[in-house]
């Protein structure tokens, strides 16, 4: 019997990585779709990120309560999920908590930790569910999360209550086993959170005990390997993907544009002419993006890493004020653009066009048109994502290469162009004003 539940949970565990294995292989693959970017200098400064942003979560700790409620849920599921490593040994072993010998009296300690952490994971959780149905907390139930992307939301919260629930149901079946001198269910001692409810077994047979005991370990183990293999479905992916995330985050000050050398030197030869001999041939690259595979792959991370809180859109003046941008949006958009992509390439082999572009299928002009480039989404984004960087690619593309602006953005352009300023006066004009003062 007990080759046989090992055989069960060797293919269980072995179908579970290889899906998993192949579909973050996907992801990343969709990823690597976007042009290349170097985001490796100041390592010292990405690590230091990386450890703030991602792990210690500094930037949801603006809102102390929510911010200690999701490091619980993060860091105690995280956490408790390094249990896994003994039950994933007892499944192939056929052994029953196999590190209590090794750690003596310290064991117990280590799971009373884990317990209280599920504790803490389970009310977390349930108080995020009451936010999100029942207070309706509003950047949680704006238009662009009807339908899958709320349900997600709610699957996630519902799955880890019930493996906390199962976790803590297993202990407490497994203490009274304990108690009984079962032979299998070795001593670890009483455990901080369900010693106490171990009288609630009472009365209960050693069958009836181990049927609910190995009813919770299987369904806990099922339940968390089901956890990974829909977390790359699930705008849960960030739970990975917000470390690499955070480490590549742009490092230049917020408000710096991502100027185009070459168009910069085009422009510089057009004011020396002298200089045009000696320049270097090549073409020029596209101005902005227009579909996915333009943007970078660092864009296409930010897509990937979104967690969809919506912190970002709730920060956005253009949303406050009634305009169609949701920077939230923005990157849901991008995200679906490059799965699309992807499963395109997984059938025929490669990318042809389909017949839709990020730009108008996805992403509309109008939502584009709104953007002030305040940086207020990028301040916001707890994981360094960058909604605006992926917006001014867009709206390059629109106006340098589509010549699409509203008439008041190509008056200034003119101005610009002619006066080198965005108002309609020539730079001797603009200078009069001192003249008149000192005169």
């Known amino acids: 019997m007990h080759i046989i539940q090992e055989l069960l949970f060797v293919i269980a565990f072995g179908i579970a990585v290889y899906l998993f294995y192949r579909k973050a292989r996907q992801i990343r693959q969709n990823i690597l779709l976007g042009r290349d970017v170097q985001l490796n200098d100041e390592p010292a400064t990405r690590w230091r990120n990386m450890l703030l942003l991602a792990f210690g979560q500094k930037k ?16 105690g599921f995280v956490i408790i999920n390094i249990e896994i490593l003994e039950i994933i040994l007892d499944g ?48 949680l139930n704006q238009h662009e999360l009807d339908g899958w992307p709320r349900s997600d939301a709610n699957y996630i919260l519902i799955t880890e209550i019930v493996l906390m629930l199962l976790f803590l149901t297993m202990n407490t079946a497994d203490q009274a086993l304990q108690q009984h001198g079962h032979e299998h269910y070795m001593n670890t001692g009483a455990f901080w959170v369900t010693g ?44 990975i993907l917000a470390f690499p995330n955070a480490y590549y985050g742009d490092l230049r000050p917020k408000g710096k544009m991502e100027n185009m050398p070459a168009v910069q ?12 001999a000696e320049a270097p041939g090549g073409d020029i690259p596209k101005f902005g993006a227009k579909d996915v595979p333009d943007l970078t792959w660092k864009n296409l991370l930010d897509a990937y890493s979104c967690t969809e809180c919506g912190r970002c859109t709730a920060a956005c003046p253009a949303n406050i004020t009634g305009k169609k941008l949701s920077p939230r949006k923005i990157m849901m958009d991008t995200r679906d653009r490059a799965e699309a992509i992807g499963v395109q390439i997984a059938k025929t082999g490669s990318f042809t066009e389909d017949g839709k572009t990020l730009l108008r299928d996805y992403i509309t002009e109008e939502e584009l048109r709104a953007c002030t480039s305040c940086n207020a989404c990028v301040q916001e984004c707890p994981v360094s994502i960058n909604p605006l960087h992926i917006i001014l690619q867009l709206r390059r593309h629109l106006v340098m290469e589509e010549s699409s602006a509203p008439q008041e953005w190509n008056m200034m352009f003119s ?25």
């Not at 101005?415 to 005169?439: H, L």
């Open 196 to 239: 106490p409810f171990v009288s609630l077994f009472t009365g209960l047979s050693d069958s009836t005990l181990i049927a609910i005991e190995r009813t919770c370990w299987w369904l806990h183990i099922l339940g968390i390997l089901a956890f990974l293999n829909y977390l790359p479905y699930s705008k849960h992916l960030h739970i």
């Open 265 to 276: 030197k085009e422009v510089q030869l057009m004011l020396q002419p002298d200089l045009a």
């Open 92 to 139: 192939i072993l056929g052994t029953h908590r196999l590190f209590a010998p090794l750690l003596g009296s310290l064991y117990a300690v280590l799971i009373g930790c884990f317990e209280i952490l599920a504790a803490l994971v389970l009310i977390g959780c349930a108080i995020f569910l009451v936010r999100r149905n029942v207070v309706k907390v509003k950047r």
């Open 415 to 439: 101005n610009i162009e002619n006066n080198m300023a965005p108002w309609k006066m020539s730079p001797d004009d603009r200078d009069k004003w001192a003249v008149e003062m000192n005169g």
């Open 60 to 75: 949801m700790f603006r809102n102390p309560l929510v911010a200690v409620l999701h490091f619980f849920v993060y860091a």
